[in-house]
């Protein structure tokens, strides 16, 4: 069936990169995603890589996929206040070339440090 | 260009009352997806829609629950006889292909 994992919280200093980490079981992932979610907000679509691709680079933000591993990270470059939310990952799985409803995580709180 | 829209941002019902939640998608967009998130959980899939057909309903419960998205109009999450246990945030995505662009959900809260 289909699983996804992440830590519930992570804290960084302001500065410094954040890396938040994923793992899902369902191998036939097409697709993969990062949503970041603000307190009483909905999602926000951050990026997303699709499984034939090792990373994806946008601006502050590098994906890395370990399709053997089945393990998706998200690093943040020079966090900052604005960052703290709660970051989901989240997967596609179907026949339909990414069209399918979203399996979801949890959800990872970043906290920042001043 | 709009972002998709929700209303009513936060529905009060008491138990045994319907619950109709509405959503209309980003301009273009033909596919919508309606999303439950219970507190302090991630996103849970409850059905995927395009226009005047349901093509992915497998997260939505049995009973009380159904969903439409009309030739015209909002794309409707219809909530029959609610209890406490549906209380939660219910978000709509709207989509063309691969990214799913969130509304700001309705707060639903049951008495």
């Known amino acids: 069936g289909e699983d996804v994992e992440q830590s519930l919280f992570l804290s960084v200093r302001e500065g410094d990169s954040s890396v938040i980490n994923c793992t899902y079981t369902d191998s036939s992932s097409t697709y993969l995603y990062w949503y970041k979610q603000e307190p009483g907000a909905g999602l926000q679509l951050l990026t997303y890589?699709?499984?034939?691709?090792d990373m994806k680079q946008d601006q502050r933000l590098t994906v890395l996929l370990n399709k053997k591993d089945k393990h998706l990270s998200l690093r943040i470059a020079d966090t900052q206040t604005g960052d703290s939310a709660i970051y989901f990952c989240a997967e596609t799985v179907g026949s339909g070339g990414g069209a399918d409803g979203l399996t979801f995580g949890k959800g990872t709180h970043l906290i920042i440090q001043p | 260009n709009a972002g998709v829209m929700q209303n009513p941002r936060h529905l009060v019902r008491r138990r045994g009352q319907e619950a109709r939640l509405r959503c209309s998608p980003m301009?273009?967009?033909?596919?919508v997806y309606w999303y439950r998130q219970l507190p302090e959980e991630g996103l849970k899939f409850m059905v995927y829609?395009?226009?005047?057909?349901?093509?992915?309903e497998s997260g939505m419960p049995k009973e009380r629950f159904s969903a439409e998205f009309p030739k015209e109009g909002p794309s409707i999450l219809r909530i029959q006889q609610v209890v406490r246990g549906d209380s939660a945030a219910y978000f709509c995505a709207s989509s063309n292909g691969v990214e799913q662009y969130f509304g700001p959900g309705t707060r639903l809260t049951v008495t």
């Open positions: 890589i699709f499984s034939n691709m």
């Open positions: 829609l395009q226009k005047e057909n349901i093509i992915d």
């Open positions: 301009k273009g967009h033909s596919h």
